[in-house]
C-alpha cells in the first residue's frame, strides 16, 4: 500500500486493498480506512468494491463511494465524523435514489468505528498483513481446522506446532481472507476463536 499523509497529519495508505476488494480503494480519511479494515475481516461482507456515479438519472446526487458486499445485500458505505441529521423528505430522497440503483445504506461514524475491541482488534490483525507465513505453516494450520473445525488460536498452535509467530500468522491469514474469527465481542488473543474459510 502506498501512504500519503492526512490533513490532520497522520500516514495512512492512500489506496487500501484486501482479497475482497474487487480494485484498490481510495482513502481520503483515516476513518475510512479504519471501517474498510474492519468490513474486510467481517465474515458476512463478500466483497468491497468502488463505484463512482458522477450523475445519478439527471439529479444532483452521487453515489461514488465505496459498496460493501454482504450477505445480506449490497450497501453504499459513507463514513462520517457524526451522523447528520436528514429531514424525512431527506430520507425518502436518499432511499429512493439508492433503491433505485440497488443499494441500502450503510452509515458508519467515528464513534461506532472506533468502539472496542472492533477498533483494536481490527488494528492489531491489520498490523500483521505483511507478515510471512512459511508455506508449511500454512498448510498445518489449514489442515488442523480442516479437520478439527474451529478452534483457539492456542489449540491451533498445539495442534499445528507452526515454527512462526501463531498470532502473526492468523491476523496475516485473516488479512488475506483465508481465515476468520470474529473481533467484535472480545479482545483478540490466545482464546481467539479461528475459522476457516
Known amino acids: 500500500m502506498r501512504s500519503n499523509q492526512f490533513r490532520n ?10 482479497r475482497k476488494c474487487k480494485v484498490a480503494i481510495p482513502v481520503r ?12 475481516l467481517e465474515p458476512s461482507v ?9 450523475d445519478l438519472h439527471g439529479t444532483q446526487a452521487s453515489l461514488t463511494g465505496v459498496v460493501i458486499d454482504r450477505i ?7 463514513v462520517c465524523e457524526t451522523r447528520p441529521r436528514r429531514s424525512a423528505e431527506e ?5 429512493s435514489i439508492l433503491e433505485r440503483n440497488g443499494l441500502r445504506l450503510l452509515e458508519r461514524d467515528a464513534f461506532d468505528i472506533r468502539r472496542e475491541p472492533l477498533f483494536s482488534n481490527a488494528r492489531t490483525v491489520w498490523s500483521y498483513e505483511r507478515y510471512h507465513v512459511p508455506l508449511n505453516d500454512r498448510l498445518r494450520i489449514a489442515a488442523v481446522l480442516a479437520e ?3 478452534q483457539s488460536i492456542i489449540e491451533i498452535e498445539e495442534r499445528a506446532c507452526p515454527t512462526c509467530d501463531i498470532i502473526a500468522a492468523v491476523c496475516a491469514m485473516a488479512c488475506e481472507d483465508l481465515l476468520e474469527f470474529n473481533i467484535q465481542e472480545a479482545p483478540l488473543g490466545p ?4 475459522r476457516g474459510r
Open 72 to 78: 445480506d445485500g449490497d450497501f453504499l458505505l459513507v
Open 9 to 18: 497529519g497522520s500516514t495512512a495508505p492512500v489506496f487500501f486493498s484486501s
Open 148 to 150: 478439527d473445525g474451529p
Open 191 to 194: 482464546s481467539s476463536m479461528v
Open 91 to 95: 430520507l425518502v430522497r436518499l432511499g
Open 46 to 54: 463478500r466483497a468491497i468494491r468502488y463505484r463512482q456515479t458522477p
Open 29 to 40: 480519511h483515516i476513518l475510512l480506512r479504519d471501517a474498510l479494515q474492519q468490513a474486510s
